[in-house]
Structures are given as C-alpha cells and as structure tokens.
C-alpha cells in the first residue's frame, strides 16, 4: 500500500453520518508486535480506487453463496461484498463477486475454531482482532511475462491477458466484520441464512442481507496500491554431484512474507537452513553425493510463486533433462504438530511413506497432490518435475497476519523438536534421492494412483457421454490405455529396476534411471489445460481455476464433462490429449 494514503474501510448510517472507521493494521497483542510495526492490511494486485455504496453479506464468496442470493432476489451489483475467507482461494472470491457485478469486495478472517479456545498469544489459535493479507492474482509468475523468464527486457513487452478481477479488495479484521456484519437490516429485505452461513464471529447470529440501494448503511472503501517493478533475488547454494553431476535434486523454500514470517515461510526456511547445515558439515568431511543437490531460497513467493516459476521458466530445458527431484517446504509447522506429512508427484510416494512413517512412529496418513499453493506448482505443473512438499500436520491460523510472529513459538514448539524432525526428514529425502545408484521412484504405484484419479472422473465422463449422446464404446479406448500403462509399469519396476544392480552396466543404471526421470514429462502437454491455472500443462493433476488451492486428476476432462457449456468435441479432445499423454508414459517405460 501508499504509505502515504492508506487503505481504509469506513461504515456510513442511512442518514450518511461516518459510524465506523476499520482498522488497516491488526491490534499489537505482544510487545514485540508493539516496537516493530509490520505491513498494513492489503490484497496485492487489487485494482486501486475509491468505491463507495451498500454492501451484502456473500458468506465464501463461492460462485454458489451468489447463485443462492440471486435465487432469493438479492442483487450485488454494483454494490460492496462482504465476505469471508476460507474454502477456496482468495483470487476466485475476488473474480466471483466481480462476475456477479459488485463493485468491491472486502474480506475478513473468522473464527475458525470453538469460542472456547484460547487465543493467541497464548495458543496457535487467531484472535478475532486477525486480519489475513494475501495476493488476489489469479495466475503465478510475472505477470508481465507469463511463459518467459522476467529477466531484464531488451525487445518490446507483449501484450498480456487480464489476470486480477477489475474490482477493489481489501481485507479486513474479524473485528471490524462484527461492526459490519451487525449493521446490516436484520428484519424486512432479508433471509434467514443456512447454518453454513454463519460466521464463528456471531455464531448467535447478526447476519443481516441487504436487498435494496435506497435504505440501509452503507461503506466506502479505499484501495492505494503503489504499483511498480522491484528487482527480486532467489538464492542458490550447489554440491556438485560426485558421479552424476548433470543429475539435479533440488530442495526449496521462499523467503518473502506479509508480516514477520515466523511461520510463513521462516519456519520451513529455518529447517532447510538446518538440513544445508548438515550436508555442509559432512561435505567437509569428505562426502559427495552422486548426484547434484541444489538448496534454494526463492524470493516474491507471496505475490505468486513468482521466484521459483521464473527461475523454472528460465532452467526449463535443463530440468527437463537433468531433474530428479524437487522438494518443497513452506509453512513448516503453523501449531502443534500431528506428526510429519507430505503430498506430491506418486512417484515419490513410497520412499516419502516409508521415512515419514519411521520419523513419525506411525504409517502415513494420505499422500496426495494439492494445487498451487507454495512452490512445487512450476516444477510439476509446468515442467513435469516429480515433486514432494514436506510439513508439519498441523493447524496455521495466524496465517498471512500480524500474529504470525516468534511468540507464537512459545505456544506450539518451544524447544523447536518439531522443526528438527522436519529437517530430518528433508535431510533424509535429498539424500534418499541423491544418493542411491537407482534413481528411489516406483512407477507401479504411480499407475495405481492414475487409475484411482480415473475412476473419480469416470462417472462425470459417462454422464456426459449421455447428455451428448456419444458412443460409451470410446471410453474403453481410454480404460485400455490405462491398463497398457499399468502393465508397462509394472514390467518395468519389475524386469528393470529390481533386477539393476550396482555392478551393472553406467549404460544401464542410466537407462533405467532416465526412464524414472521421463516418466513424469510425459503427462505435459503443449497447451494450458481448460479449467485450470494459467501454466498448468499436466494433463493428470493441476490446479483448479475456480480455485488455485486445490487440484483436481484428470483436470481437462472432468471441465469438460462437467461444464455444460462445453461441446463434445472438447470433451473427446481433452480425452484424446490424455490418451496421448499415457501412451507416451507407457512408450518411455516399455522402449
């Protein structure tokens, strides 16, 4: 924001009268939080202005919560919504009320949990004085140049599409929600909202709609944003593989925050500066792993992933033939940990299992692929890099605000055991990957996790089939194609990679590793995948455009049967397109 014009929030009575003005900055709970003032309350990328005018409560702010106030007459057009965070990503809320017609949108943080925790600083827990920064871009990198490296420019700028919703944002504390939210006409114009409406700020209530221009408070917001092109830095420390040093495992995390950062990112940042510390100090003594290990630290993560898909971008050709592995951490550890989890690309998926599990005591619970939340994103989703993100199973709700601070420390891992084991464990997957003669995937559980994700999506597929009235005999062309893969993989693991030894042949622990490697390019394709974020190219997992969070298998095909406005023709494009992509899985594997 301009420091000199801040963003503001102000409440107006019907008779035009200012009642309330909200906070820009949270309410200092500790000391440290009282001598170092941090980052007002904003949403980066919002369009700035000045927008003044009646307000509607929009729950999520989910394409639904706006379909359920049309369904009872109430219209947000052109006027200010009031909503929530939580349950999808905040960009989409942003897009969601603009394509409803609302002017503005303003966000808070509710309460999450039971009235009856304690808050921080005490517990992990937000207090209702929260607020949650974030940005509202709807895609990841530079926006100026999505799909090259934003390096230093010598020829003229493309033309770029639209990547944020043409309304303000700003968010809000839970606190000035309350003033808001009990505001609003309660009686005559109003509706008496699902229970999935309430907010944990009024559990008793006080969630009036607005339904009309003319009578009513209403809100004037103001959006300052100082828009302008910084240099950013991402850091990058090597050890040169000792016998495959064109072979790269790369371990990452970001280093920007919002506020202080303790949790976001600094948390996973310290276990990775501990998991360096380690490799270091036996590097010293001697050691070399047999493949490259890469440690970065990737700048601008919170403006989305703009570091570390800029610098994929830039390396793309190199990593398609010299990536083994990448492995994230973000928020370490956000509240009292439930033991170490990790999601990411199946072909991990047992070594990740079988260590996590021996560091927790017990068997990992799930292991799956989120969407583009933190850094992994540009390596799988863009460049087909097989990815693990490692964290601590735990609660973050001091996420993006002023709470996330050192105190919080003396709540959740005083004695930062936690943050230790967690660097044990990317300490052991960098070495767990380095180092073996066999590049450590299983290709038999990938083809497994494919299958699953397939049968997920079948019954949309068949469903559509009948609405367009195609002829089902077409999918047992795709069934066929999965089943070619599985017994391809299952071949390979089997005849291939359990039969290598490290007396064979370098030709052939080349061979075999490079299969492992290309297993996962396999599924790009050359062109964005409908219905999900902009640089998505994997046909199997991407992030979801109705929420980048999340991911989604098959994400091309399930747009395509379930958008009703899609054509058959997409349909069995995006149907062939990830036929294509298995048999060229398969090929690899079986060549």
């Known amino acids: 924001p301009d420091p000199e014009k801040p963003n503001s929030v102000k409440l107006f009575n019907s008779g035009g009268e200012e009642i309330h003005s909200c906070r820009n900055i949270e309410k200092p709970l500790t000391e ?46 052109d006027k200010i919504v009031l909503a929530r965070y939580g349950m999808t990503f905040r960009g989409n809320k942003v897009q969601n009320a603009a394509d409803a017609g609302a002017a503005a949108i303003i966000l808070f943080k509710d309460l999450e949990y039971p009235a009856t925790k304690e808050r921080f600083p005490e517990s992990e827990f937000a207090p209702s004085s929260a607020g949650e920064r974030g940005t509202v871009l709807l895609e990841n990198g530079d926006p100026d140049s999505l799909g090259w490296p934003s390096k230093a420019r010598r020829f003229a700028r493309p033309t770029e599409p639209q990547l944020t919703a043409d309304i303000i944002a700003q968010p809000i504390t839970g606190d000035d929600a309350v003033v808001l939210l009990n505001a609003l006409p309660t009686t005559e114009g109003s509706f008496t909202l699902p229970k999935s409406w309430k907010t944990g700020l009024l559990p008793k209530g006080g969630h009036g709609i607005q339904t009309t221009n003319t009578t009513g408070p209403t809100i004037e917001v103001t959006v300052n944003i100082d828009s302008r092109e910084v240099n950013i830095t991402n850091v990058i420390g090597t050890i040169v593989g000792e016998l495959e040093p064109d072979r790269w495992v790369i371990l990452g995390n970001h280093r920007d925050a919002w506020t202080y950062g303790a949790i976001d990112p600094s948390s996973g940042t310290a276990a990775i500066m501990e998991t360096a510390r380690v490799l270091s100090h036996f590097l010293n003594k001697g050691w070399r792993p047999r493949r490259t290990i890469k440690v970065a630290s990737w700048d601008a993560e919170e403006w989305g992933l703009v570091g570390s898909l ?16 990448y492995i994230n951490t973000d928020i370490a550890e956000g509240g009292k ?25 017990e ?133 291939e990679v359990e039969k290598l030894t490290k007396s064979s042949s370098v030709l052939d622990i080349r061979r075999v590793n490079d299969k492992m490697l290309q297993f996962d390019r396999a599924f790009l394709v050359d062109e964005r995948i409908p219905g999900t974020a902009y640089f998505s190219k994997n046909v199997l997992v991407s992030p979801s455009s109705s929420n980048i969070y999340s991911g989604s298998g098959f994400p091309g095909i399930l747009n395509a049967a379930t958008n009703h406005d899609e054509t058959k023709e997409e349909l069995l494009h995006q149907l062939e397109k990830a036929r294509w992509a298995l048999n060229a899985a398969k090929d690899i594997l079986s060549s």
């Open 32 to 77: 440290f939080e009282r001598n170092h003032p941090t980052t007002p309350l904003f949403n980066a990328h919002s369009k700035p202005g000045t927008v003044r005018g009646p307000y509607v409560y929009a729950n999520y702010a989910h394409k639904s919560d706006f379909t359920l106030l049309r369904e009872h007459n109430i219209s947000v057009t």
């Open 310 to 325: 800029e610098w994929v971008e830039e390396h793309r050709t190199q990593l398609e033939h010299k990536a083994v592995a």
């Open 337 to 361: 940990c439930n033991g170490i989890g990790a999601e990411g690309s199946p072909l991990y998926k047992n070594l990740a299992g079988e260590l996590l599990s021996k560091l927790n005591g």
């Open 363 to 495: 068997e990992l619970n799930s292991y799956m692929l989120s969407g583009s939340g933190s850094d992994m994103y540009g390596f799988y989703c863009y460049a087909g890099v097989s990815v693990v993100n490692v964290n601590c199973d735990s609660n973050v709700d001091v996420y993006h605000s002023m709470y996330d601070e050192q105190t919080l420390f003396e709540v959740v891992d005083k004695d930062y055991k936690n943050l230790a084991k967690l660097s044990s464990a990317l300490a052991q997957l960098v070495v767990g990957i380095s180092e073996p003669f066999l590049v450590p995937g299983n290709s038999s559980q990938y083809s497994l996790q494919i299958q699953e994700w397939w049968h997920l999506v079948k019954p949309h597929v068949l469903k559509a089939f009948t609405r367009l009235e195609l002829d089902e005999e077409l999918i047992s062309i795709f069934d066929a194609a999965l089943y070619d893969l599985r017994q391809a993989a299952d071949h390979y693991q089997r005849e």
